[in-house]
């Protein structure tokens, strides 16, 4: 009897035994699903070290990818991009690290772009030929994020946006190149930089008073000159200033010339200065508007 009860017991163990390991590999793969799935939901921000060939130097650049981007189910999608300038004495990513950029791109389904621009005004220098900083975003930058991601290559699904230097930057860009982005936006823009002769980076971008280069990229001369049968085909211009801001009166000035013409545009007065604070604050709105204007990841 007790043989026969020996006999009986092990295949009843052999069983639960052959049922224990799919039942730990189904756990362990629910486990890695979820935390793929968690982890995608996410936003995942990357460093590019780009070598340029046009200024000859390492020019880096950070990406912020959104929420569900490497999911298997969106490896079909294609999304909008969103070129943002740090200012003057900025790097590329002086955006993640000043303000909660990574947070509020979790609301848009946007990809963000960081690039270095150096103390470069984002214009191509009148001094120094290898300082390319106009030409290298549109000809080098621009190709290597559509090559590298899953981007929207045309201008349905481009914005431009930049604080104090980047903020002129990204208007003139709109200006200069309105087949290339649907929006440009500036938050506290220093759009007077084509008329000062105070600082290096400026006499080093733009050169001697009335050069060709500070005529070329006079932002409100531009606006001024832009011909009035081509309006249409200019993209949506935003641009907010602090209250408190040196650059509040050329802010305004900008917007009455863009008014005076009927370009497109929206203007916005607010409580701040001419920093961080006020830079994080309205860099959430900049996102919001720039998912507004361009077409939705397809």
Same mark, same amino acid.
């Given at each position: 009897m007790r043989t026969g009860i020996a006999r009986l017991s092990n295949p009843i163990k052999y069983s639960m035994r052959s049922f224990r390991l799919p039942i730990l590999t189904f756990i362990l793969l629910g486990a890695l699903a979820a935390f793929y799935y968690r982890a995608e939901e996410s936003v995942r921000t990357?460093?590019?070290q780009f070598q340029s060939k046009l200024v000859g130097k390492t020019l880096?650049?950070?990406?912020v990818l959104p929420p569900g981007y490497g999911l298997f189910t969106s490896w079909r999608k294609h999304y909008p991009v969103l070129y943002l300038l740090h200012g003057w004495s900025g790097q590329f990513n002086s955006w993640l690290g000043h303000t909660s950029l990574a947070q509020y791109a979790s609301e848009q389904q946007l990809?963000?772009?960081t690039p270095e621009g150096n103390n470069g005004w984002y214009t191509d220098s009148a001094t120094v030929p290898?300082?390319?900083y106009e030409t290298y975003?549109? *000809?080098e930058l621009i190709p290597d994020v559509d090559s590298r991601l899953r981007t929207i290559r045309d201008r349905r699904g481009r914005a431009v946006a930049g604080c104090s230097m980047g903020g002129y930057g990204a208007l003139k860009f709109g200006l200069k190149h309105p087949e290339v982005f649907a929006l440009a936006a500036s938050m506290s823009g220093a759009l007077d930089a084509t008329s000062r002769i105070d600082d290096e980076s400026i006499m080093r971008t733009?050169? *001697?008073t009335n050069s060709i280069e500070r005529k070329s990229n006079d932002v409100q001369q531009l606006a001024q000159e832009f011909p009035s049968e081509r309006i249409k085909?200019?993209?949506y211009f935003y641009l907010d200033c602090g209250q408190d801001d040196p650059w509040l009166a050329i802010n305004r000035r900008f917007s009455d010339v863009l008014s005076e013409h009927r370009?497109?545009?929206e203007y916005r007065q607010l409580p701040g200065s001419h920093g961080w604070p006020y830079w994080d604050r309205q860099v959430r709105e900049v996102l919001r508007v720039a998912a507004a204007t361009m077409v939705p990841p397809e």
């Open positions: 990357e460093t590019v880096p650049y950070s990406i990809i963000i772009i290898s300082d390319k975003i549109l *000809e733009f050169g *001697e085909l200019l993209p370009i497109a545009h």
